[in-house]
């Protein structure tokens, strides 16, 4: 897995190319990124590196939270990510990633939480079709069957029903990198993103 960097979705607005197309874009403050830990074949079974996010005060954080990253002189942190790589010789703890590591016209992928909408039906969920809305149905946006009969007499695992809707991590792939603002660590891509503004974002080159 490619090293990536954390960020966060401040909204989305449009822009125009010199053609004069108007592309639609997500606006991200991202970075920096600060190595917390470095994990080895030899010492934990595999090699990855954690990465840090987010200055916050100690008080926000456990004394656990707090006693991993004062071992190596790190300010607070309020969000951690861990990434494999092949070969973790090649870091070093408190090594900071920024958002220069990325280029205009490269593609990444992004990762996040997707918004919740609650407890939803069948067709807002599924998209299934309702049911006759005359003649005395009393069968419109009702479940239905969902199993057979005495045979098996149950109901198979992985039945689409009603449930919660969204709210669970998604990945977007290969979005194009727009324009990159050093300055402000402000990251402009091409379409849209995982989750509502504010939310938590891996951005990961795309391989």
């Known amino acids: 897995m490619a090293i990536g960097l954390l960020g966060n979705k401040i909204g989305m607005t449009q822009i125009f190319d010199e053609f ?4 639609p874009v997500t606006i991200l403050k991202v970075g920096p990124c600060v190595i917390t830990q470095i994990k080895t074949q030899l010492n934990d079974g595999y090699n990855s590196i ?22 190596f002189n790190i300010q607070p942190l309020k969000y951690l990510k861990e990434f494999k790589v092949s070969n973790s010789e090649d870091f ?12 205009p016209g490269q593609l990444v992928n992004i990762r996040g939480k997707s918004v919740g909408k609650g407890f939803s039906g069948l067709q807002k969920r599924h ?13 419109h ?8 009969g005495t045979t098996p007499g149950r109901v198979f695992r ?20 727009i324009q990159i603002n050093s300055e402000e ?15 938590l974002l891996s951005i990961i080159p795309s391989e």
């Open 50 to 71: 954690q990465i840090g996010y987010g200055n916050v005060s100690s008080k926000k954080l456990t004394q656990p939270e707090l006693g991993h990253l004062e071992k």
């Open 92 to 103: 070093q703890i408190g090594q900071v990633f920024n958002i220069d590591s990325f280029s």
């Open 20 to 23: 004069g197309n108007i592309i």
């Open 141 to 148: 946006r009702e479940t239905g069957s969902i199993g057979m």
């Open 127 to 139: 998209n299934f079709s309702r049911g006759n809305m005359t003649h005395g149905s009393k069968h």
């Open 185 to 199: 660590n402000i990251l402009v891509i091409k379409g849209s993103v995982p989750g509502k503004a504010g939310n």
């Open 158 to 177: 992985g039945k689409r029903m009603a449930g919660q809707l969204g709210n669970k991590i998604a990945t977007i792939l290969k979005l194009k990198i």
